[in-house]
T-cell receptor, first 112, second 113 residues
Framework: NAGVTQTPKFQVLKTGQSMTLQCAQDMNHNSMYWYRQDPGMGLRLIYYSASEGTTDKGEVPNGYNVSRLNKREFSLRLESAAPSQTSVYFC???????????FGQGTRLTVV | AQSVTQLDSQVPVFEEAPVELRCNYSSSVSVYLFWYVQYPNQGLQLLLKYLSGSTLVESINGFEAEFNKSQTSFHLRKPSVHISDTAEYFCAVTDSGTYKYIFGTGTRLKVLA
């Protein structure tokens, strides 16, 4: 049982490049989330998908887009990377709002 | 709108001493509250959660948290900490209105020998 799988684990981008972070869960969870973690800022919600077919903005959505491809997969896209997007990105999934969220191992992204 | 405040960014404490990590939340609807722990270079793991019922919830490794609705708090406590408890702890809240899952800024617990 893999849980939540994120790819890639590490990435270095040049300013202006684009990339997509992939996330897949095999627990048949309804909700999925993308967070960024920065020192002293905790985890900040970028986008979330409460159920298949829906996506909503979180606390810091600017510069990002998402796609809930199916129930399993939720991708995060940076169209034009900026140094301010250097961060560790976590994907999470959850069966319902009263249940535990399961996290991937994170993607460490550096934009130079 | 939901928000979570963890006022203490770092808490140093000696081994076997008690510790309290503070968490306050803001939400206008019924909430569900969680504490997660993050060890270095790892993802987050659930420590405990409050859904309803008894306001005191416990984890399997000796932590406990008390939900206080009047003070909108969910503080985490442990009567005697171990070196292995050194980690970052995050408080989180969800509510039935938005389905957002919001985290606090985290408290770094450092247990000293």
């Amino acid at each position: 049982n893999a849980g939540v799988t994120q790819t890639p684990k590490f990435q270095v981008l040049k300013t202006g490049q684009s990339m997509t972070l992939q996330c897949a869960q095999d627990m048949n969870h309804n909700s999925m989330y993308w967070y960024r973690q920065d020192p002293g800022m905790g985890l900040r919600l970028i986008y979330y998908s409460a159920s298949e077919g829906t996506t909503d903005k979180g606390e810091v959505p600017n510069g990002y887009n998402v796609s809930r491809l199916n129930k399993r997969e939720f991708s995060l896209r940076l169209e034009s990377a900026a140094p301010s997007q250097t961060s560790v990105y976590f994907c999470a999934s959850q069966r319902g709002i009263e249940t535990e969220a399961f996290f991937g191992q994170g993607t460490r992204l550096t934009v130079v | 709108a939901q928000s979570v405040t963890q006022l203490d960014s770092q808490v140093p404490v000696f081994e076997e001493a008690p510790v309290e990590l503070r968490c306050n939340y803001s939400s206008s609807v019924s909430v569900y509250l969680f504490w997660y722990v993050q060890y270095p270079n790892q993802g987050l793991q659930l420590l405990l959660k409050y859904l309803s019922g008894s306001t005191l919830v416990e984890s399997i490794n000796g932590f406990e948290a008390e939900f206080n609705k009047s003070q909108t708090s969910f503080h985490l406590r442990k009567p005697s900490v171990h070196i292995s408890d050194t980690a970052e702890y995050f408080c989180a809240v969800t509510d039935s209105g938005t389905y957002k899952y919001i985290f606090g800024t985290g408290t770094r617990l450092k247990v000293l020998a």
